[in-house]
């Protein structure tokens, strides 16, 4: 019996991060799929709901607080992982509201981050997304 990957839909405006953050979670066990803007976000969000959502803050367009009330108005309930270069306060401020929202929130993690940290992140939360 094989386990289904959970999927991870990440977004990320700088290519190299993203396809870092996503070989991080290929190698957790997840399904990887990656948005550079909002709107490939919305739309692949909307078209298979992913198991876990990982964000960066500062993103041209529709910045990372703005996601985070989209996902909340979507009545999202699963893992919401920050990633972001801002200083702690502001990531913690950003994960506060998250919750606030009613959204799961997982992390903050700090850019750069490093690769340990995020496949212990991951690997600790994909037990409970796997059907």
């Known amino acids: 019996m094989s386990k289904v990957a959970p999927k991870l839909l990440l977004i990320d405006d700088e290519p ?3 396809a870092f953050l996503a070989d991080a979670a290929r190698m957790s066990g997840f399904e990887a799929i990656i948005a550079t803007d909002d709107e490939a976000f919305k739309s692949l969000f909307q ?33 919401v992982l920050i990633i972001s270069g801002f200083d ?4 913690e ?4 509201l998250g919750e606030a929202l009613g959204l ?3 992390g903050p993690l700090e850019k750069p981050t490093r690769l340990e940290d995020i496949e212990q992140l991951l690997k600790n939360l994909r037990p409970s997304l796997v059907p």
């Open 16 to 18: 190299a991060l993203a």
């Open 47 to 79: 078209a298979d709901r992913p198991q876990m959502v990982a964000l960066d803050l500062g993103m041209p367009g529709m910045d990372g607080v703005e996601l985070l009330r989209f996902l909340a108005g979507e009545d999202y309930r699963l893992p």
């Open 88 to 91: 702690r306060r502001v990531l």
């Open 93 to 96: 401020s950003a994960f506060n």
């Open 104 to 106: 799961r929130m997982a």
